[in-house]
């Protein structure tokens, strides 16, 4: 079943910190790039709708549970950044908050139905990430195998 919902803007990565997950290299100081201004680049060009539609055309959501996903802002709460520590690029999806009975968009939701939320942003995340690879494959300006700093060029000139 393809949901029938406009498909939500993408996520903006700007003025975001570390990954929940990772943790900064004493060397480097925190001077690390996720490339995020990058990434966010390619979801405007058309990876984050390609991923979404992709996503939509297999997700077990329907569309009252896709738009309460949107009303609690987890859309835009997407991460998409390289990983400095071993230049993988990485995505953390969001949850749904631990308060979730006390929301409008959840409060009819079941604990069972919220646990399939969860599951379908991971797949949402995966989706988008194998398409923003795509983009990178067929940008050769922006993409190396190594993602080292001349992938997208020096943040600091």
Do not use: C, K
């Not at 790039?33 to 990058?38: G, K, L, M, T």
């Not at 009303?71 to 997407?78: I, N, R, T, V």
């Not at 400095?84 to 939701?109: V, Y």
């Amino acid at each position: 079943m393809t949901l029938d919902v406009a498909t939500p803007d993408p996520p903006d990565l700007s003025n975001r910190g570390a990954p929940s997950e990772f943790e900064w290299d004493e060397e480097t100081l925190g001077a690390e790039d996720f490339h995020r201004e990058d990434l966010e680049d390619l979801l405007q060009e058309g990876a984050w709708e390609e991923g979404f539609n992709e996503w939509a055309a297999y997700t077990d959501l329907d569309e009252t549970q896709v738009r309460a996903v949107d009303e609690l802002g987890l859309f835009q709460a997407f991460d998409f950044f390289r990983d400095p520590t071993d230049g993988r690029f990485r995505f953390e999806a969001p949850t749904i908050p631990a308060d979730w009975r006390e929301r409008d968009p959840t409060e009819s939701l079941d604990s069972s139905t919220v646990s399939l939320i969860d599951n379908e942003l991971q797949e949402l995340g995966r989706a988008v990430h194998e398409s923003l690879e795509g983009y990178m494959e067929r940008n050769e300006d922006a993409l190396d195998s190594d993602w080292d700093t001349e992938a997208f060029g020096r943040r600091d000139e």
